[in-house]
């Protein structure tokens, strides 16, 4: 029976794109996303995010159903765009007033805020300006950081700079994601400035909010070998530093390691370096959040370079019913991996892990989601486990509070815990919604 400690954060989690819609209203600036998504041909049914769930008006219902579920924190994002449209300079005083009121509306149902500053919405402006991989973008991001947390700062106790930054990989090296270039040396030159942005990132927090809890959210998707041949362990290892190592090792250990270094100049994308880049990346951080969905069993055999997916479904593995695989033990797979490798007395938070439906589902299925109770039942019994073990975990985020917009595949994969009807954004929730109610009165279950 994992219980938890009664401080123990429970919550759950969204970002700006995926929810607020009001894509243009009072004076927000295009995103990436916006002009990706307006693009035919690169998102699921060319569907735009542009009315997403409507949180930008339906906002205090959200947070009248997360006070519902007994939430003690809700993770939500700032929108870059609607702050500052041109990505810096003049701010859209509209778009902070709409952060007041959600951070307030938070704090009135007692609520603790986490804010995330970037999750992958880059204004359109910057893009312009050539984005990421532009020798100028962090600091384009420390303006912004700057002008957020000297107007929140007061009030939001938990902050993490990037969401997920291998999404610039995805968007840049790959092409999947907004702004849609497949370039693998702007890539991983927009992966390396997004550290140097989030260590300027958490220098300004940390004047502007110097009681704050500053983090920086990274995904680990540890990787198998499908067998114990050096080829499959190889490419094991080739995933991982290219992926989630390269943001541990620049913001944890302040340098790329030597394996990292070696595939990077192998495959000729080490990005640019500039003096005081590593010390500025990697100054401390409050705790690291992760977020975990499962792992990636990797096939010499079946290998793609350019994306990492799981060749084929394996005997062993247990399948859900959208095709990815359960397991659990990768989120204890991942805080052991941080505590034994990187950060020993780091304190982390779980700060997404969900699970989306299968494909056609019925409402009635939709709504009685018991696979995600047993999903995030099994999470959190590793997680449970790894806290027994040691470690050092301070919270938990369900990923989503609600059915959202997925990126490129828009509204085809739905994660939340309560339902949004498509064409109304009516919101039920889910049988998952309850359920989590009773762990977190519980703290456990
Ligand atoms: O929806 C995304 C989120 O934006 C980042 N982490 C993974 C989620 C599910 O794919």
Request: aromatic share 12%.
């Amino acid at each position: 029976m994992p219980t938890f400690p009664f401080d123990f954060v429970f919550g759950v989690a969204t970002s700006a794109f995926q929810i607020e819609g009001a894509w243009d209203a009072d004076g927000k600036g295009a995103s990436i996303w916006d002009t990706f998504g307006h693009m035919p041909g690169n998102v699921d049914g060319d569907v735009p995010g542009d009315v997403a769930c409507d949180h930008y008006h339906r906002y205090p219902e959200d947070i009248a159903l997360m006070r519902g579920m007994g939430c003690d924190s809700y993770r939500f994002s700032f929108s870059w765009p609607r702050i500052l449209p041109e990505g810096v300079g003049q701010a859209n005083p509209l778009g902070l007033d709409f952060y007041d009121r959600l951070v307030d509306a938070m704090l009135e149902a007692g609520i603790v805020p986490n804010a995330t500053l970037y999750h992958w919405d880059l204004p359109q402006a910057l893009q312009d300006r050539g984005g990421w991989p532009h020798p100028d973008s962090p600091q384009w991001f420390a303006e912004y950081a700057g002008l957020v947390a000297s107007r929140f700062g007061d009030r939001i106790p938990l902050w993490s700079t990037l969401n997920e930054p291998i999404s610039l990989w995805v968007g840049y090296g790959m092409g999947v994601f907004a702004p849609g270039i497949a370039d693998p040396v702007l890539g991983r030159q927009a992966m390396h400035n997004g550290l140097v942005a989030h260590g300027l990132g958490v220098m300004q927090l940390r004047e502007a909010a110097p009681e704050a809890d500053i983090g920086l959210v990274l995904d680990i998707w540890k990787r198998h070998p499908s067998s114990d041949s050096d080829a499959d362990q190889a490419i094991a290892d080739r995933d991982e530093d290219t992926s989630f190592r390269f943001f541990l090792d620049g913001a944890l250990r302040g340098g790329y390691g030597a394996r990292v270094v070696d595939t990077l100049e192998r495959e000729g994308t080490m990005p640019v370096v500039r003096d005081g880049d590593f010390a500025t990346m990697s100054q401390g951080l409050d705790y690291l959040g992760l977020n975990v969905y499962g792992r990636v069993v990797v096939d010499a055999q079946h290998y793609n370079p350019e994306w990492w997916v799981t060749a084929g479904q394996h005997p062993s593995g247990n399948y859900l019913q959208n095709g990815m695989e359960f397991y659990p033990k990768s989120v204890y797979d991942a805080i052991m991996l941080v505590r034994d490798e990187y950060a020993d007395d780091l304190p982390l938070f779980i700060t997404e892990n969900g699970v989306a439906d299968g494909d056609g589902l019925s409402a009635d299925e939709c709504l009685n989601d018991a696979e995600r109770i047993d999903y995030i039942r099994g999470f959190l019994t590793w997680i449970a486990r790894a806290m027994d073990h040691g470690a050092d975990v301070r919270g938990y985020y369900a990923w989503s509070l609600i059915d959202n917009y997925e990126w490129a595949a828009a509204f085809t994969k739905k994660f939340g815990l309560v339902h949004v009807d498509p064409d109304t954004l009516e919101r039920t929730p889910k049988a998952s919604a309850r359920w989590y109610a009773k762990v977190i009165e519980a703290r456990g279950f």
